[in-house]
């Protein structure tokens, strides 16, 4: 960094007081002589001197002249007339600055009449300077740096991708060598209005709804049979002896309240699988599993879903069914977070975000198909992430059994430009 800093405009500050010559003083803090007269010359507080008749010209304070204006019956001293300036008349007007800040240090600091100066002084103040280059620092960032053509192209890019429903890190992490500004600039372009989009577009600047007041949860729920060994203590005690093991997240998506198919969403690896379901029952959620399990075969289901960690939800609570197989086989091992505490899945409850950017709540899921649903799972699973590296899930994906995962279930990468995240991309 090249600016410099408040210890060196100490320094700076105090070789003025001690009549210093630049170069001595630009010695002290590495810097070159003209590095500090600009220094002094650009961060300098000035104060005003005395301005009789509020003119700045040197001769004010003690000139007599009259009638400049050409009405000679005019009594009336120039400098104090209402009626013309005086300057704009007047040949010996001189606003000529003191020699003494024309030349080095360019300050009064250390000038013996700056007590009875009446002219206009100037001071080098280390913490005032300091301040004042900050702030136009900070101004000269504020500023939209990118204009013309540069800022139409900038335009024509970003805005159509943003409305096709593209979270900014994504778009960022695809042309970001392309934009040539970063991903904060980016958003300060958005917020700044300088765009053909705004803040509305941006999804994750619309602010959250209050949040409701916890219930408090009875100790007979915390009880149940299917929670037994199997709270989120329990989850954390069984992680300490398993660090290695890989934990999948998993919930449930609904459209609207009445009775009706819903999603079941599992969240492992960065990446989400969603399958269609035809109601929200525990016996529908172990018939996925059954498919699963049916379509990977035992070992590989294991190495996948080894340990599941979901909500209390009724449609979880058939635990001896959906850790073993029929004919009693171990295939996952699941717990369930504390009430109330979404927080304990955090990557699952975010990606369930992007869901309802295409299935808005309230909206049924009736009319879709699994094939709908796998068309979402892939734009999704192609949003790049800036945990990954810029990444996508899929992209980032090297384990053969998940890859083996996706081309059974037909997945594969949207390319980045022809993400869709909005309601339009499942029409039905």
């Not at 635990?319 to 505490?341: H, I, N």
């Not at 996508?392 to 998940?402: G, L, M, N, R, V």
């Amino acid at each position: 960094m090249n600016r410099l800093t408040l210890a060196e405009r100490i320094v700076i500050e105090c070789g003025i007081y001690q009549k210093l010559k630049l170069s001595q003083i630009a010695k002290k803090i590495g810097k070159t002589p003209g590095s500090v007269s600009r220094e002094i010359r650009l961060n300098r507080t000035f104060a005003l001197g005395e301005h009789p008749c509020g003119k700045d010209c040197c001769f004010a304070g003690e000139c007599k002249t009259k009638s400049l204006c050409g009405v000679k019956e005019c009594s009336k001293r120039c400098v104090a007339c209402r009626e013309y300036d005086c300057r704009d008349l007047c040949s010996r007007y001189n606003n000529t600055p003191c020699s003494i800040l024309l030349k080095p240090p360019y300050v009064c600091n250390t000038c013996v009449r700056r007590r009875k100066c009446k002219a206009d002084r100037a001071y080098y103040i280390a913490q005032q300077a300091d301040a004042m280059a900050k702030r136009r620092y900070s101004d000269s960032r504020s500023k939209i740096q990118t204009r013309g053509k540069e800022l139409e192209k900038l335009d024509k890019l970003v805005s159509p991708l943003i409305l096709k429903g593209q979270p900014l890190t994504h778009i960022w992490s695809e042309h970001g060598e392309e934009l040539g500004i970063s991903q904060r600039t980016l958003y300060r372009y958005i917020d700044q209005g300088v765009l053909s989009v705004g803040n509305i577009d941006l999804r994750r600047k619309v602010a959250y709804k209050p949040r409701r007041k916890k219930k408090e949860i009875s100790e007979g729920f915390l009880n149940q049979e299917f929670r037994k060994n199997r709270g989120y203590d329990d989850y954390l005690k069984y992680m300490e002896k398993n660090p290695d093991m890989p934990v999948i997240q998993m919930d449930t998506v609904k459209g609207c309240r009445e009775q009706g198919k819903r999603l079941l969403t599992l969240h492992f690896c960065n990446m989400m699988l969603m399958f269609l379901m035809r109601d929200g029952k525990a016996d529908t959620v172990v018939e996925q599993f059954d498919m699963l399990t049916g379509l990977l075969g035992l070992e590989e289901f294991h190495k996948i879903f080894p340990v599941i960690l979901t909500d209390n939800g009724s449609k979880f609570k058939h635990t001896r069914e959906l850790e073993t197989t029929d004919d009693g086989k171990k295939r996952t091992k699941v717990f369930y977070c504390d009430p109330q505490a979404s927080w304990q899945k955090p990557q699952i409850e975010k990606n369930h975000e992007f869901i309802r950017y295409v299935l808005p709540k309230g909206k049924t899921l009736n009319p879709y198909t699994q094939e709908d649903i796998i068309v979402l799972m892939n734009n999704i699973n192609s949003i790049r992430r800036e945990s990954l590296g810029n990444k996508s899930p899929y992209e980032a994906t090297a384990d053969k059994s998940i890859l083996r995962l996706m081309e059974l279930m037909g997945l594969h990468l949207i390319p980045a430009d022809e993400i869709r995240l909005t309601s339009d991309l499942l029409k039905r």
